[in-house]
């Protein structure tokens, strides 16, 4: 089974800390996907890779920015965190196009 | 560009009662269809997909769906729920020639009742 592990389940940061989510796959998937979950808007994508140091903008990246040193590692880093930043964020990763993505357990970062 | 509808936001049914939660998109070119289960303080878990071929797709957990081109919908249907299956549901697309971004529907809460 594939396995997308994220660092942290439950986060607590303030206005203005420069915030790290983590996001590992076990299964040398090419593609890595970051999104935020937030009540009646389903899932929005922030960022994703289509291989090691290569980064694209998904729908919603302002304020965000991604790392991608290692095929298996995919970090999410908010630098300068605000309270509008307050959400559910997944990770996600899949083997290629056409094909399903596997979530990680998501983080639910608090922003006060 | 394309978009997700998921037309009812929460669906409350009693156990072993049918349910089907509704989905429609829209786009102007060939899709791959996808239904995502995220039981409470979980990711999502894939339960079934439309790639090609048959339009009737069967999932885990005794879930399908039907993909109906002409209107544009991608419904998933459970003949006999159980209180195990309350989660949210969430409906995704991709179009088959476009980098295949998924993009989700609002999702769907189903509770299921004693």
């Known amino acids: 089974d594939v396995k997308v592990t994220q660092s942290s389940r439950y986060l607590v940061k303030r206005t203005g800390e420069k915030v790290f989510l983590e996001c590992v796959q076990d299964m040398d998937h090419e593609n890595m996907f970051w999104y935020r979950q937030d009540p009646g808007l389903g899932l929005r994508l922030i960022y994703f890779s289509y291989d090691v140091k290569m980064k694209e903008k998904g729908d919603i990246p302002e304020g965000y920015s991604v790392s991608r040193e290692k095929k298996e590692r995919f970090s999410l880093i908010l630098e300068s965190a605000s309270t509008n930043q307050t959400s559910m964020y997944l990770c996600?990763?899949?083997?290629?196009?056409?094909?399903?993505?596997?979530f990680g357990d998501g983080t639910r970062l608090s922003i006060l | 560009a394309q978009s997700v509808t998921q037309l009812d936001s929460q669906v409350p049914v009693f156990e072993e009662a049918p349910v089907e939660l509704r989905c429609n998109y829209s786009?102007?070119?060939?899709?791959?269809l996808f239904w995502y289960v995220q039981y409470p303080n979980q990711g999502l878990q894939l339960l079934l997909k439309y790639l090609s071929g048959s339009t009737l797709v069967k999932g885990i957990n005794g879930f399908e769906a039907e993909f109906n081109k002409s209107q544009t919908s991608f419904h998933l249907r459970k003949p006999s729920v159980h209180i195990s299956d309350t989660a949210e549901y969430f409906c995704a697309v991709s179009e088959a020639d476009a980098g295949n971004m998924l993009t989700f529907g609002g999702g769907t809460r189903l509770m299921v009742k004693p």
């Open positions: 996600a990763s899949r083997p290629g196009r056409g094909q399903p993505q596997h």
């Open positions: 786009s102007s070119v060939s899709v791959y």
